[in-house]
């Protein structure tokens, strides 16, 4: 049992690692753009690339990899994660660095369907959406963690310093794959045309929605987080730095209620779900200007984010349990697509109407959100009743 545990938890760091390459490179993008001498928004590319080559790869790739040694797989994409970024490193040219990203972005959505897979398969049924959530810690910590420290370590050693380290944390990650995960078979292979079968099934596109709608809640508001606290709560940087260690120190306890709400009532969390993180909205609206009650609010908020990642998560991965290679690629996808249209949508209610009221289109897309999780539930409960009919008869 412990060595399962060291297993899980050796998956989540790796999962670190990804993301920690991905969105660690948003607190340095100032010194890149100095350093190479282009304006802020070619900086920018860094990471817009980096998500849509995510966007792109995420249906596809894990299929592509389904028949591979879970283990193999895993140590492919951690190995190619750290030769890019020692690349990076002593990139000269802005070219070639934006190439060492985005070649490891396509591999991006296979790490993370094989370790979810992977972690699941250590397991019962009934304890997969716990083990998930362990994993999850990884892209909470990379989320949050992951940036201040890259931008620290930016400031005092140097930028190639900073890039040191997405290189070192995929480094030490690889080699604990390496020793401590054991070889993991794919022991009943399905065929491409099996997995993109679950694509006809109108549940796995009633998901797909909902999983772009959750993540556009969330990242419509998210990605301007920085932006409220300093035009609406008026907080200073080294407050909102602050801010967000506790967004993600809440969000880790996020992780740990989701496995346990999700593996115990998995539908009633994912209705109610909209209706609490509405409230903490209305309330960041309301109370945006006082910043004692913020903190509490944000304490919440990071909680009500990392339960969202799980819920998208679960929601896509049980519609297809069939295909669970190609449900986490699916989800990877379609959260990033989220990611997307989250912040672009986010973005014009700041420029037509003001950044306070940016919390309105995260209530707009939980509102739509209810609606397809609430159709979702109910097939589902109506597929039940037939199946209890049946055994009945």
């Known amino acids: 049992m412990k060595h399962k545990t060291l297993i899980i938890y050796i998956l989540a760091f790796g999962v670190f690692g990804i993301i920690n390459t991905e969105m660690g490179v948003i607190g340095i993008l ?37 028949g591979i040694n879970r283990k193999t797989a895993m140590l492919l994409v ?11 490193v002593f990139a000269t040219d802005f070219t070639i660095l934006l190439i060492a990203r985005i070649i490891p972005a396509f591999l991006h959505p296979v790490f993370f369907a094989v ?22 810690m990884g892209v909470t910590a990379g989320m949050v963690i992951g940036t201040p420290i890259t931008s620290f ?4 050693v140097s930028l190639e310093g900073s890039m040191w380290f997405f290189a070192i944390v995929n480094a030490i990650a ?23 079968s679950i694509l006809k099934k109108p549940l796995v596109w009633l998901s797909i929605v909902t999983v772009v709608l959750i993540n556009s809640a969330m990242y419509a508001v998210y990605s301007f987080f920085a932006e409220y606290l300093d035009a609406v709560t008026h907080m200073t940087g080294k407050q909102i730095s602050l801010m967000l260690v506790l967004f993600g120190i809440t969000g880790i306890i996020g992780n740990l209620l989701a496995g346990r709400s999700l593996s115990n009532k998995a539908i009633p969390t994912a ?4 209706f609490i993180f509405g409230a903490i909205y209305l309330l960041v609206y309301f109370l945006g200007n006082f910043p004692v009650p913020m903190m509490i609010l944000i304490a919440v908020w990071g909680v009500l984010f990392t339960l969202g990642l799980n819920i998208s998560q679960y929601w896509i991965t049980s519609a297809a349990p069939e295909a669970p ?31 306070q009221y940016v919390v309105w289109s995260g209530i707009l897309f939980l509102v739509l959100s209810f609606l397809t999780i609430a159709m979702r539930a109910s097939i589902y409960h109506s597929t039940n009743m037939k199946s209890k009919l049946n055994k009945v008869a």
């Open 325 to 355: 290679d190609f449900a986490n690629g699916l989800f990877v996808a379609f959260a990033n697509l989220g990611i997307t249209v989250g912040t672009f949508i986010g973005g014009m209610f700041i420029s037509n109407l003001g950044t």
């Open 78 to 88: 951690i190995g190619i994660f750290v030769i890019t970024n020692v690349i990076s």
């Open 153 to 156: 370590i930016a400031d005092v």
């Open 271 to 274: 209705l109610v779900y909209p």
């Open 30 to 66: 100032p010194q890149i753009a100095e350093q190479f001498n282009i304006s802020a928004s070619q900086a920018g590319l860094l990471v817009s690339l980096f998500a849509l080559a995510v966007a792109v790869a995420g249906p596809i790739m894990p299929l592509l990899f389904s």
């Open 174 to 196: 690889f080699l604990a794959i390496l020793i401590y995960v054991p070889s993991m078979p794919v022991k009943e292979r399905l065929s491409y045309g099996e997995q993109l």
């Open 115 to 136: 370790a979810f897979v992977a972690a699941a398969n250590t397991v019962s049924k009934e304890q997969v959406a716990k083990v998930n959530a362990k994993v999850f």
